[in-house]
């Protein structure tokens, strides 16, 4: 035997060790992140409009809605249920096929039960709305089909494994009256937390029940549904389903449905009551679908995509229905294919290495090879067919790996020949890990507890205004070099920069156990530069510079949002959210610093902190305790002032107005805090509340 042919060989069962490694990886799930990755990015290249996608439309009650309602009809969230009448009967005026509420109303309304009843019976006017509902497997609050819910009526033929759900949350009585019937709206994500894949139907003690597009589709005319292992039809459409029974969404393109803001609807239903002309022309809503769901950030109903970034949680509804009209859900590949896949790239892979002589050859070739299953699977994609990506690439990557090492074995060349080869396609980090540690090249998300650090300047876009755009790029460069230096001293990890705005966290992507008194010491240490830099940007700007921080200590999801090259984190949950809240609400009270009482407890007593409030936030049921930390300098400086506003707090927090009103005013000179707190106190007495639990609501983000 030659030797070129030995060299063949070997790197042939290489390739066949490799990819044998690859799919026991895959069979044991360890690729399933990095999998779904790929699908992302595929989404995200290959997203096209479907067939149907002109059929559905989305109305969102974001910001403006919230804005416009408070400053047209003194309207705080949430809403009295009446004020949903006008968006239904401007639907119903235009004829829409279906309208379905991707909320599920828990909770009679705060405004009285006929305000419910006003709602129910626009809905059921209209004769085409459904209402959400949550079926889950642990939580929910009814273990069985209640009376006031329609059960699902249409007809279901077949067999196939479907979601199970043991409980369900179901709208209260009063808005479905026995008439409303109600969709699922429980969708489990993956992992990393991204929603992939949809339940178009779910089995809840026996009964089959509809997802809230597919009861939304029923709802503008009952069609035959029928189950088949690995296969759903709904009337002439059909959806190939996975193991579990759910599909596989095929996202669209952002901005591909026409979108409104609920205020817009809600105009024009009132405008058209009064014989006026509407805002938006009922004409672009017939025979549609309409979706109705929240997306102002407060709301809390934002979910992450495999598009990027957070969507409301309606457009993952809407994108099944899409899918299901136009019959284009993604279809998984046959294992086989799959297998064939990854032990040919894998073969291939091996032969690049051990077979071709050259540096810039072998490159070349094993270049090739990486790149044959991103372009097959990326033309299966086109073709409707998710084909692994992950596990042939897992496959070739080990494969280059243990035919490098072999050809060091044999030749002597091993490691120059990978630091050679792989930099032209692998960062410099990955080929470390590679080399050291391969099975650690898995990306994805982690959850982990972090301390999250928001910071914004107090009126910078009134400073802005009165600069160049050299001069603001300057002293915008300067602070944030200076702040991202210290955040980098105290170990923190700068997530991005929103014009002014820093954002960092502690806690990863390595362990620091005591990330809270990191984040902190950070943050004061941001406000005492910032307290020397003041003079100077003085004079350059002629404004004075004040930062608001924000931080606070809890779970978060932490993902990788670059490409597979470099490991950018960045972080995702509702701990984020507040952190984000605590630095705007700084304003509120005057002060530069808050820090919730998780971040306080983590502190282990190391950094002096007063207590500044029990407040709750907009879009928040649960109050929280928030603080404001300091230098033991300043302490030790405002001893007496903090001891007295620890005793109006008190009293404040007992009800006793009047008293604290007192105690603050005789602050409100020398703390911004306890000025707002006198206010506070003699608005509260003119205007007692009927019961006082000493929690001060935010009305504002």
Same mark, same amino acid.
């Given at each position: 035997?030659?030797?070129?042919l ?12 490799g ?5 026991a990886a895959?069979?044991?799930g360890?690729?399933r ?13 290959l997203?096209r409009?479907g ?7 989305l109305?969102?009650?974001?910001q ?6 408070k400053?047209?009809f003194?309207?705080?969230?949430p ?5 949903y009448?006008?968006l239904v009967?401007?639907?119903?005026r235009?004829?829409?096929?279906s309208l379905s509420?991707d ?18 019976g ?25 009376p ?5 009526a ?9 979601v199970?759900?043991r409980?369900?949350?179901f709208?209260? $009585?009063?808005?479905? #009256? *026995?008439l409303? !019937?109600?969709g699922? =709206? @429980?969708?489990?994500?993956?992992a990393?937390t ?8 779910v089995?809840?003690?026996?009964r ?10 029923m ?39 026409t979108?409104?803001?609920?205020a ?12 006026g002309?509407?805002?938006v022309?009922p ?8 979706f ?11 979910r $992450?995509?495999?598009? #990027? *970034?957070v969507? !409301?949680?309606?457009? =993952? @509804?809407a994108?099944a229905?899409?899918?299901l009209?136009s019959?284009?859900?993604l279809?998984?590949?046959p ?5 064939a896949?990854?032990?040919l790239f894998?073969?291939?892979?091996g032969?690049?290495?051990t077979a ?12 090739a090879?990486?790149?044959?299953p ?8 086109i073709?409707?067919i ?41 960062s ?10 391969p ?17 914004d300047?107090q009126?910078f876009?009134s ?9 603001l790029?300057?002293?915008?460069n ?23 705005a820093i954002i ?8 620091q ?12 240490a ?14 350059r ?15 978060a ?5 670059g490409s ?12 984020v ?8 609400i700084?304003?509120?009270?005057g002060?530069?610093t808050?820090?919730?009482r ?5 502190l282990?007593?190391?950094i ?8 709750r ?12 930390p300091?230098?033991e300098?300043?302490?030790?400086r405002?001893?007496?002032a903090?001891a ?5 707090l ?9 008293d604290?009103?007192?105690q ?6 020398k ?12 608005e509260?007495?003119?205007?007692p509340?009927p019961e006082?639990d000493g ?7």
């Amino acid at each position: 035997m030659n030797r070129n042919l030995r060299k063949i060989l070997a790197g042939a069962v290489i390739g066949l060790v490799g990819g044998c490694l690859a799919l026991a990886a895959g069979g044991l799930g360890l690729l399933r992140t990095t999998e779904d990755l790929t699908y992302d990015f595929r989404a995200r290249t290959l997203a096209r409009p479907g067939a149907a996608s002109d059929d559905v439309r989305l109305v969102l009650l974001d910001q403006k809605s919230l804005d416009w309602a408070k400053e047209s009809f003194g309207l705080g969230w949430p809403w009295p249920r009446q004020a949903y009448v006008p968006l239904v009967e401007f639907c119903k005026r235009a004829g829409v096929a279906s309208l379905s509420f991707d909320v599920v109303f828990t909770e009679p309304s705060v405004y009285g039960v006929g305000d419910d009843d006003v709602l129910r019976g626009a809905l059921a006017d209209l004769g085409c709305a459904v209402l959400a509902a949550d079926f889950a497997r642990a939580d929910g609050s009814s273990p069985d089909w209640p009376p006031h819910v329609p059960k699902p009526a249409f007809p279901v033929t077949g067999n196939a494994p479907l979601v199970e759900s043991r409980v369900a949350t179901f709208p209260i $009585p009063d808005l479905t #009256g *026995g008439l409303i !019937p109600v969709g699922n =709206v @429980n969708v489990a994500p993956d992992a990393d937390t991204v929603y992939r894949r949809f339940p178009l139907l779910v089995r809840f003690h026996g009964r089959i029940v509809p997802s809230l597009p597919l009861a939304g589709l029923m709802a503008a005319g009952p069609q035959p549904v029928s189950l088949a292992p690995g296969e759903l039809a709904v009337g002439h459409a059909a959806a190939p389903l996975t193991e579990d029974g759910r599909v596989v969404l095929n996202y669209r393109p952002k901005g591909t449905f026409t979108t409104y803001s609920a205020a817009a609807l809600m105009e024009s239903g009132m405008r058209l009551a009064e014989g006026g002309e509407p805002v938006v022309d009922p004409a672009d809503l017939k025979g549609k679908h309409v979706f109705f769901g929240f997306s102002a950030t407060g709301l809390l109903d934002l979910r $992450p995509t495999p598009m #990027g *970034g957070v969507s !409301p949680g309606v457009l =993952v @509804n809407a994108t099944a229905l899409d899918n299901l009209l136009s019959g284009d859900f993604l279809r998984m590949a046959p294992a086989g294919f799959d297998a064939a896949m990854v032990l040919l790239f894998s073969v291939l892979a091996g032969i690049s290495v051990t077979a071709i002589s050259g540096l810039w050859t072998t490159v070349a070739a094993s270049g090739a090879v990486l790149a044959g299953p991103v372009l097959l699977s990326t033309a299966a994609y086109i073709q409707g067919i998710w084909a692994a990506m992950a596990a042939p690439l897992a496959g070739c990557l080990v494969s280059l790996f243990l035919a490098g090492a072999w050809k060091y074995a044999t030749e002597g060349r091993q490691k120059q020949f990978i630091k050679s080869a792989f930099k032209q396609y692998l960062s410099p980090k990955v080929i470390d890990q590679l080399l050291q540690h391969p099975d650690r090249l898995t990306l994805g998300g982690e959850r982990r507890e972090l301390t999250i650090f928001f910071s914004d300047l107090q009126g910078f876009t009134s400073i802005s205004e009165k600069l160049t755009p050299e001069q603001l790029t300057s002293v915008l460069n300067d602070y944030l070099t200076a702040m991202t230096d210290i955040i980098h001293r105290f170990g923190g990890t700068v997530d991005k920069y929103e014009g002014d705005a820093i954002i960092a966290f502690w806690n990863a992507p390595v362990d620091q156990p005591d990330h809270a008194l990191l984040g902190v010491s950070a943050a004061l240490a941001c406000q005492e530069k910032l307290a020397e830099m003041r003079p100077e940007l003085l004079d350059r700007t002629g404004s004075e510079f004040h930062m608001r921080i924000g931080l606070n200590t809890g779970p978060a999801v932490v993902g990788n949002l670059g490409s597979r090259e470099r490991f950018d984190y960045t972080m995702l949950g509702d701990a984020v959210n507040l952190a984000a809240r605590l630095e705007s609400i700084n304003k509120q009270f005057g002060t530069y610093t808050m820090i919730s009482r998780s971040t306080l407890e983590g502190l282990d007593g190391r950094i002096p902190a007063r207590e500044l409030s029990c407040l709750r936030v907009v879009g928040k049921k649960e109050a929280i305790t928030v603080f404001e930390p300091m230098t033991e300098v300043e302490q030790e400086r405002r001893k007496d002032a903090l001891a007295a506003f620890g005793l109006g707090l008190a009293r404040f927090y007992a009800g006793d107005f009047a008293d604290a009103a007192e105690q603050f005013s005789a602050l409100a000179d020398k703390d911004p805090a306890a000025d707002r707190y006198a206010a506070k106190c003699r608005e509260l007495m003119a205007d007692p509340p009927p019961e006082w639990d000493g929690v001060w609501a935010m009305t504002s983000k």
